[in-house]
């Protein structure tokens, strides 16, 4: 049996591959508009598909949904094919599963607000120092309550609460300002028009079936429709990150496998990293260096290198860098920033082949042996075998129905939760106020009857307290405990 040599890039001085073995290690596909960034994902895709290893992706442009159908013969094609020697090239679709946060292209896909965390929720909305710190308190609150949030309903009901008790709240939480909670709702309220209500909620996406195999064994290709995503960059961005959080906290320790469990492309990865704060960028740097030990590999797609912070940047040890522009100082920058990351070759100078590459060419470095980055070659990149362009909505729909996941994800849910025990709370509240205040219509008590004693002291938490513990059995008997990210670590 002939060994696997590895994933088939292209061909430069010589044919350069991708070995799965090290294909965890991360990388990036970086390149000006049109210049076949989006080619070079779909092969590596289809590459690790073949290998039996999932991959998840975002579709920015509609374009990858090709991917679930075979390609057809083209001369351009079977130039390239004949050029870089590649003589078995033939023509397949590949085992695709559509998703969809709106439920309109693919599988509805949901998170709980529980899931998704202060840290990243603070992040969506664009919230100030103060504000992220209310946000803290408030899930705090929850957490020390048995409290679910699963959707913004629960959120807003907890947000009210806690501004009508900021006072009694402020020993124990710290200072809860009417204006921030005021300035929460309000971008709450955008949140929802943006389409998050129907993100935030159940039945939550179960990671493992992100992490499967089709019945011929390739491995799923996970395609997320994000053109009416990218409407909402702010949105699109967290929920990616949300994703890549969970992963790394549900998964267990491989260390260095045969190939990846998954592999992670992040699509317009600058809409991560814009007006992040720093301690956000120092999370999502800590998850990519030790994600690698779960078997999962971080690829992301950009068009100018400088996009990505430098920490980050310098563990992207796999890279495909095709043509970038450099009509300005910023974008003379990018090109020598991205030749100085290549190991040289003595053929070239990088640094000029960069702004004369042509469509579907690319300066290609991959690691080698023990993690060693090869030297740089500029490639010619093998054609797709699947589709170049985008499915039909009858061929998506078909994909679809034929699915295993069809159907599993489409009802929302509405368990008990914060909402639902806050109204029962204020429930109980009235009718005990009803009663009293009906009592004291009836007059003075007889010796006979039993007193109602209440206590003026009692406290707000308190008051809340005896209203929840009845139900913690039943719904959450022991403490919420938060990961790296503010996710939910679950099991």
């Given at each position: 049996?002939?060994?696997?040599?590895?994933?088939?890039?292209?061909?430069?001085?010589?044919?350069?591959?991708?070995?799965?073995?090290?294909?965890?290690?991360?990388?990036?596909?970086?390149?000006?508009?049109?210049?076949?960034?989006?080619?070079?994902?779909?092969?590596?895709?289809?590459?690790?598909?073949?290998?039996?290893?999932?991959?998840?992706?975002?579709?920015?442009?509609?374009d990858l949904?090709?991917?679930?159908?075979?390609?057809?013969?083209?001369p351009?094609?079977?130039?390239r094919?004949?050029?870089?020697?590649?003589?078995?090239?033939?023509?397949?679709?590949?085992?695709?599963v559509?998703?969809?946060?709106?439920?309109?292209?693919?599988?509805?896909i949901?998170?709980?607000?529980?899931?998704?965390?202060?840290?990243?929720?603070?992040?969506?909305?664009?919230?100030?120092?103060?504000?992220?710190?209310?946000?803290?308190?408030?899930?705090?609150?929850?957490?020390?309550?048995?409290?679910?949030?699963?959707?913004?309903?629960?959120?807003?009901?907890?947000?009210?609460?806690?501004?009508?008790?900021?006072?009694?709240?402020?020993?124990?939480?710290?200072?809860?300002?009417?204006?921030?909670?005021?300035?929460?709702?309000?971008?709450?309220?955008v949140?929802?028009?943006?389409?998050?209500?129907?993100?935030?909620?159940?039945?939550?996406?179960?990671?493992?079936?992100?992490?499967?195999?089709?019945?011929?064994?390739?491995?799923?290709?996970?395609?997320?429709?994000?053109?009416?995503?990218?409407?909402?960059?702010?949105?699109?961005?967290?929920?990616?990150?949300?994703?890549?959080?969970?992963?790394?906290?549900?998964?267990?320790?491989?260390?260095?496998?045969?190939?990846?469990?998954?592999?992670?492309?992040?699509?317009?990865?600058?809409?991560?990293?814009?007006?992040?704060?720093?301690?956000?960028?120092?999370?999502?740097?800590?998850?990519?260096?030790?994600?690698?030990?779960?078997?999962?590999?971080?690829?992301?797609?950009?068009?100018?290198?400088?996009d990505?912070?430098?920490?980050?940047?310098?563990?992207?040890?796999?890279?495909?860098?095709?043509?970038?522009r450099?009509?300005?100082?910023?974008?003379?920058?990018?090109?020598?920033?991205?030749?100085?990351?290549?190991r040289?070759?003595?053929?070239?100078s990088?640094?000029?082949?960069?702004?004369?590459?042509?469509?579907?060419?690319?300066?290609?470095?991959?690691l080698?042996?023990?993690?060693?980055?090869?030297?740089?070659?500029?490639?010619?990149?093998?054609p797709p075998?699947?589709?170049?362009?985008?499915?039909?909505?009858?061929?998506?729909?078909?994909?679809?129905?034929?699915?295993?996941?069809?159907?599993?994800?489409?009802?929302?849910?509405?368990?008990?939760?914060?909402?639902?025990?806050?109204?029962?709370?204020?429930?109980?509240?009235?009718?005990?106020?009803?009663?009293?205040?009906?009592?004291?219509?009836?007059?003075?008590?007889?010796?006979?009857?039993?007193k109602?004693?209440?206590?003026?002291?009692?406290?707000?938490?308190?008051?809340?307290?005896?209203?929840?513990?009845?139900?913690?059995?039943?719904?959450?008997?022991?403490?919420?405990?938060?990961?790296?990210?503010?996710?939910?670590?679950?099991?």
């Amino acid at each position: 049996m002939t060994a696997d040599p590895g994933i088939f890039i292209g061909k430069g001085s010589k044919p350069v591959y991708l070995q799965p073995k090290l294909a965890n290690r991360h990388g990036l596909i970086a390149g000006a508009t049109g210049t076949g960034k989006t080619a070079s994902l779909q092969i590596l895709a289809e590459g690790f598909s073949r290998r039996g290893v999932p991959v998840f992706m975002a579709d920015v442009k509609g374009d990858l949904s090709g991917i679930s159908q075979p390609g057809k013969s083209h001369p351009k094609l079977l130039e390239r094919a004949e050029t870089i020697g590649l003589t078995d090239y033939n023509f397949e679709a590949f085992p695709a599963v559509f998703w969809d946060l709106f439920g309109k292209k693919g599988h509805r896909i949901r998170a709980t607000v529980s899931d998704m965390g202060p840290l990243l929720l603070a992040r969506m909305l664009g919230l100030n120092d103060t504000q992220e710190g209310v946000l803290y308190a408030v899930f705090k609150m929850a957490d020390d309550q048995g409290m679910l949030l699963l959707d913004l309903k629960d959120l807003r009901a907890l947000l009210t609460f806690a501004g009508e008790n900021a006072k009694q709240l402020t020993l124990e939480y710290g200072n809860i300002p009417r204006a921030s909670i005021g300035a929460i709702q309000r971008r709450l309220l955008v949140l929802e028009q943006e389409g998050a209500r129907q993100f935030l909620g159940e039945p939550a996406l179960e990671l493992y079936d992100l992490i499967r195999t089709g019945s011929n064994g390739y491995g799923n290709i996970n395609i997320l429709a994000a053109d009416k995503l990218m409407q909402t960059p702010r949105l699109y961005a967290t929920f990616l990150l949300w994703l890549l959080s969970e992963l790394f906290e549900e998964l267990p320790e491989i260390g260095d496998p045969d190939k990846p469990r998954l592999v992670f492309f992040f699509d317009e990865a600058h809409l991560l990293f814009n007006d992040a704060p720093k301690a956000l960028i120092e999370k999502v740097e800590q998850v990519v260096r030790l994600i690698r030990s779960k078997g999962v590999g971080v690829y992301f797609v950009t068009q100018n290198p400088l996009d990505i912070p430098d920490a980050i940047l310098g563990q992207l040890g796999n890279r495909i860098q095709h043509a970038l522009r450099a009509f300005t100082p910023r974008e003379q920058k990018a090109v020598r920033a991205a030749a100085e990351t290549f190991r040289a070759n003595p053929a070239f100078s990088a640094a000029a082949a960069i702004k004369e590459l042509g469509v579907g060419e690319a300066l290609v470095s991959t690691l080698g042996g023990k993690g060693i980055p090869g030297i740089v070659e500029r490639t010619l990149i093998r054609p797709p075998a699947s589709r170049l362009g985008p499915a039909t909505m009858a061929e998506r729909k078909a994909v679809m129905e034929g699915s295993m996941f069809s159907g599993r994800y489409d009802q929302r849910l509405d368990r008990r939760s914060a909402y639902e025990m806050l109204k029962e709370r204020a429930e109980k509240a009235a009718a005990v106020e009803a009663d009293d205040a009906a009592a004291t219509r009836r007059g003075p008590r007889t010796e006979t009857a039993p007193k109602r004693r209440r206590s003026n002291r009692q406290g707000v938490m308190e008051a809340m307290v005896k209203s929840v513990v009845r139900s913690i059995g039943s719904s959450l008997g022991r403490r919420i405990a938060r990961g790296m990210l503010g996710s939910i670590l679950k099991g």
